[in-house]
């Protein structure tokens, strides 16, 4: 991509508007095709799910299309999403399934992983009612990832997740299964933690492949370790002791070649990579209008938000650039602050910057993951989405207008 510097921000902020993110292409397909690589030196056959959760900018998906990636959704607005992106290959995840999506599912061939009884009950009717048609589901096992010392990694620290089919009921519902006569082709082991540590999916791997081994699951196509990687980090970031795709895809393939059971049957494993494909592909540029100093406090006032930076809030500074007109080698301590009217509106928080003027920019990295997908229109319109096509930039979404905000509107 071209390089980033004044006079480029400068000529897309007069066409285009700031703030504005830039995607840059190349990077996501180095991203899926690096992780790829990394499993396919050691075992052909696997498949990249790309999380759509993660960010759905259509532009993006259709390079995972492209690369040949399958879809991997978990709602009805991300199954429709995918199928009018041109995804065939679709991998429906989610704790609720509506029966009408559901339905479409089943009869477009997409691989369901089902995570509660009642999914096992609509398919068995449906299979009741479609005796002819060769109705193939996945399971979605729960895993628990808590050590000897009652310490678990998952999310938030929980003890138990919420998601999939947990020990006591596997055999219950894999049996309903079999006796509707419905093939189980998929395994899903995905489950979120907090340190993304290559330990974890060890522990997924071998629960998963305990599962196959036990109830013989002959027919299985797809080994499904889920998402929550680390990767694609942005620069300038801390990167000692944070695993690499490679460290991943060795820690799985020295487990299931320990395995008689995978070795006979082969399965494609299935990686569904969000965060760790996609955070350093998005790029964040906002405009200063403003220093004001109140008390002590260098504010920077600027005209985007932390919202679409980093919309959980979390309290770690991103990593970030500042472009100025007229280079200056000053600095000072300040707090980068958002153009909506709330004072929780903090995009960066004591950080020593060079000293900033009206119309300098700061460039925000890394903020491909949960953020264009979880920022609704706040106060502001939503911004552009810009990429390079041909030698030049151009929008992969235009900024939102009123008539998009009123047109859900009916009275
Ligand atoms: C089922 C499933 N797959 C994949 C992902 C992608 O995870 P991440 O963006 O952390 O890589 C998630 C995220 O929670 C998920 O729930």
Not at 147 to 158: K, P, V, Y
């Amino acid at each position: 991509m071209e390089q980033i510097n004044y006079n480029l921000l400068r000529n897309l902020d007069e066409k285009y508007g700031s703030p504005f993110y830039i995607m840059d292409s190349d990077k996501y397909r180095f991203n899926l095709n690096s992780f790829l690589n990394a499993f396919r030196k050691r075992y052909e056959k696997v498949i990249a799910g790309y999380s759509l959760k993660t960010n759905y900018v259509p532009a993006l998906c259709k390079i995972a299309l492209d690369e040949g990636c399958f879809a991997e959704v978990v709602s009805e607005m991300e199954y429709e999403l995918a199928r009018k992106i041109g995804f065939t290959n679709v991998i429906f995840n989610g704790p609720i399934k509506r029966p009408h999506i559901l339905k479409e599912a089943l009869e477009h061939g997409a691989i369901i992983n089902l995570d509660s009884e009642y999914e096992v009950d609509f398919v068995c009717r449906y299979k009741q009612q479609n005796p002819l048609q060769n109705v193939r589901v996945g399971m979605r096992i729960n895993i628990n990832l808590t050590d000897e010392n009652g310490n678990s990694t998952i999310q938030c620290g929980l003890r138990f997740g919420r998601f999939g089919f947990p020990d006591n009921i596997v055999e219950k519902n894999i049996n309903r299964l079999c006796k509707a006569g419905i093939k189980i082709i998929s395994l899903h082991g995905h489950t979120s933690t907090s340190d993304r540590a290559v330990l974890n999916y060890k522990i997924i791997t071998q629960h998963m492949l305990a599962v196959c081994e036990k109830y013989q699951l002959n027919d299985l196509e797809y080994f499904d370790i889920g998402g929550g990687y680390f990767g694609a980090a942005p620069e300038g970031m801390d990167l000692t002791g944070r695993p690499k795709y490679g460290d991943y895809a060795n820690c799985v393939i020295d487990e299931i070649q320990k395995s008689s059971w995978f070795m006979e049957h082969k399965p494609y494993i299935v990686i569904e990579p969000g965060s760790s494909v996609v955070s350093n592909v998005f790029s964040y540029y906002t405009k200063v209008y403003q220093n004001k100093k109140v008390g002590k406090v260098n504010f920077v006032m600027v005209d985007g938000t932390v919202f679409d930076v980093k919309p959980t809030m979390h309290a770690n500074n991103l990593p970030h650039v500042v472009f100025k007109a007229v280079p200056n080698a000053d600095t000072c301590i300040c707090d980068v602050v958002g153009s909506t009217c709330m004072e929780k509106d903090v995009m960066l928080k004591d950080v020593k910057m060079p000293i900033v003027e009206a119309g300098d920019f700061i460039q925000f990295r890394g903020v491909g993951a949960y953020t264009i997908c979880l920022t609704p229109t706040f106060i502001n319109f939503l911004e552009p989405i810009l990429m390079e096509r041909n030698g030049e930039f151009v929008e992969a979404r235009r900024r939102q207008n009123i008539d998009d905000i009123l047109t859900v509107y009916k009275y």
